[in-house]
């Protein structure tokens, strides 16, 4: 991934491009290996890089043959390498970058272009081949990547797009986050939803709502998630998995090590095919052979990496599923004190006050800095597993299957507000890109459309057991689909397998949110606590400790901003305490108790 940020419908692009550049240099750590500038008749498109994929001639803004066509993309596209077999009209890459097939895609099908990439993106392109000059923008379709929209009330007519909120603030006083699933078009200024899947509907009340009835297949469960990893391998640079010890992050390790093992006779062979076609000058992109799956990696085994509190439960399980599957692991410790020290900086990246994501965010910010220092510069991810499963510990309080999967088709849709936020900040903020293959379109496709009775679980000291003696609990059909050896070695250990859910604010130490509470209640004066409603009529602060990160995030960013910020709150009508955390839920085996 990358950085963007754009200007359109402005008189002067030669004046404004310093002033622009400067803009872009704010979110420089997203794209730390070139920058690069592109000014045209009314538009400038600036991008800072991370070279993953077509290091050697992937710079941006991207420019078609004839010139008229320029491409500012954050993201990666998976499926690049069919497309570009796919065009109807013959187009002369000038690149390996995947992200240049999505020039020739709009020549050929204009705006339609967003549904037939399979990846996470943000992207402006702009035409300069009519008048006046037109822009299409648009951001993949459950918001893994970043994009922000805003306008200047002094300046109409000019529109301005950034991957990232503090690029936009010195030249907007309107801001929005750029809603997934949805592609702007300036030559009406229309922004319309393209990504239509067949579970969307699943969260509206009645007749709308589309309630899924198909049973699970835990065989094309377990291939469909697979199949998400392994496009996600596609890289040209260092990279390994970020692994908490929980269910997710440990599956994705578990599949990564096995495909990183298949695939690494055929890496060896494209080093060397690269080579030999180095000596003659570099091959026409998508007419070389090479395939996805098939790019140059530095490690022939995988690295794992974790983060916690000394003793934590992530780490000691982290620790145990590495050993399991036999990566190179890698083990980092923090005190709760030098969590807190980062907690600024942490706000200034995520761009957000909802505590949650600050709370889960500061390890994985603290983790991100220590993996970039090792030259890694991608890291598969196990976000979105727990609203696609309804896994969250407060599920188990859901009162039938059409509230079970109201939910989880809520919390997919506000990923972008948190949980992808959080890995897709946390990490560019030291250009570590974070792929997350639980959010991979074709796995939604057939994760979504389950009936919601095969994945609601059962309470407490009432919770049921299979006929293998498995305990239906939480992500009990997905647990279940990875308790097999169809290759003769299990997935997982079983104590990996069927441990409960650790929410990853909570699985570093519990001593870090206590510690955040008690920071939070040493510099919130009860005084000010008691007019928290007055300085925010809106969102008001629950808690000193919301109170104590929204006075932070208030201090970096223009009142306009706050808006762009969505709070996550568990559900209160479901009988939930208000508190995000896992240990708040009466069911989590170290669960708060009254006293605490």
């Not at 908490?244 to 690494?264: C, H, N, P």
């Not at 762009?564 to 085996?589: F, L």
């Amino acid at each position: 991934m990358c950085g963007i940020v754009i200007a359109h419908g402005i008189d002067n692009p030669s004046a404004e491009r310093p002033r622009l550049i400067a803009c872009s240099k704010k979110i420089r750590h997203r794209g730390p290996d070139w920058s690069g500038c592109y000014s045209g008749k009314q538009t400038i498109l600036a991008h800072e890089r991370l070279a993953i994929v077509g290091v050697d001639t992937g710079a941006q803004p991207l420019v078609s043959n004839d010139g008229k066509i320029i491409l500012a993309v954050n993201g990666e596209i998976y499926n690049h390498i069919k497309l570009r077999s796919s065009l109807k009209n013959s187009y002369k890459f000038k690149t390996h970058s995947d992200c240049e097939v999505i020039i020739p895609l709009y020549q050929e099908r204009d705006k339609e272009l967003c549904n037939l990439l399979d990846g996470m993106f943000s992207f402006v392109l702009l035409d300069e081949s009519v008048t006046p000059s037109r822009i299409i923008a648009a951001r993949d379709p459950i918001g893994i990547t970043t994009l922000y929209q805003g306008w200047n009330s002094q300046r109409p007519g000019a529109t301005f797009f950034a991957s990232e909120l503090k690029a936009l603030t010195d030249l907007c006083d309107k801001i929005i986050s750029f809603p997934p699933g949805h592609v702007y078009d300036s030559r009406d200024q229309s922004t319309m939803r393209y990504f239509q899947p067949t579970w969307w509907n699943g969260d509206l009340d009645g007749p709308e709502a589309v309630i899924p009835a198909k049973p699970v297949d835990l065989k094309l469960l377990r291939e469909s998630l697979e199949e998400a990893v392994r496009k996600r391998l596609m890289s040209e640079v260092p990279y390994g998995v970020l692994l908490s010890g929980g269910l997710d992050s440990s599956l994705i390790a578990s599949i990564a090590a096995r495909e990183t093992e298949k695939v690494a006779m055929a890496q060896a062979e494209a080093r060397k095919r690269r080579l030999q076609e180095s000596k003659s000058g570099p091959p026409t992109p998508g007419e070389d052979g090479v395939d996805e799956a098939q790019t140059i990696m530095a490690w022939p085994q995988l690295h794992s990496f974790s983060i916690g509190l000394e003793n934590s439960p992530d780490l000691l399980a982290a620790r145990k599923a590495a050993h399991y599957l036999g990566t190179v692991h890698h083990e980092y410790t923090f005190t709760v004190q030098e969590g807190l020290d980062a907690i600024p900086d942490v706000i200034y990246h995520l761009e957000t006050y909802d505590v949650t994501t600050v709370r889960a965010s500061t390890p994985m910010y603290l983790l991100s800095r220590k993996i970039k220092a090792m030259g890694v510069k991608m890291v598969l991810s196990g976000e979105g597993s727990d609203e696609i499963f309804g896994g969250y510990l407060y599920f188990h309080a859901a009162p039938d299957p059409r509230s079970f999967h109201q939910e989880c088709v809520k919390r997919v849709k506000n990923l972008h507000t948190a949980d992808c936020l959080r890995a897709n900040k946390s990490t560019m903020a030291w250009g570590l890109e974070a792929r997350v293959p639980f959010l991979d379109k074709a796995f939604l496709e057939v994760a979504m459309n389950i009936d919601p009775r095969e994945k609601m679980f059962s309470k407490g000291s009432a919770q049921e057991v299979d006929e293998d003696g498995r305990p239906k609990m939480e992500k009990y059909i997905l647990r279940k689909a990875f308790d097999c050896s169809p290759d003769g070695k299990p997935y997982l250990p079983k104590s990996i397998l069927w441990r409960q859910k650790e929410q990853f604010s909570d699985g570093v130490g519990y001593s870090w949110i206590d510690g955040i509470k008690d920071h939070a209640a040493a510099v919130v004066s009860d005084e000010a606590f008691a007019k928290r409603a007055e300085r925010w009529p809106e969102s008001t602060p629950d808690t000193k400790e919301a109170y104590f990160i929204r006075d932070v995030f208030d201090s970096m960013f223009p009142p306009a901003a706050a808006a762009t910020a969505v709070r996550w709150i568990p559900r209160g009508d479901w009988g939930c305490s208000s508190d995000p955390s896992g240990r708040s839920v009466s069911i989590h085996n170290a669960a708060y108790t009254a006293d605490s």
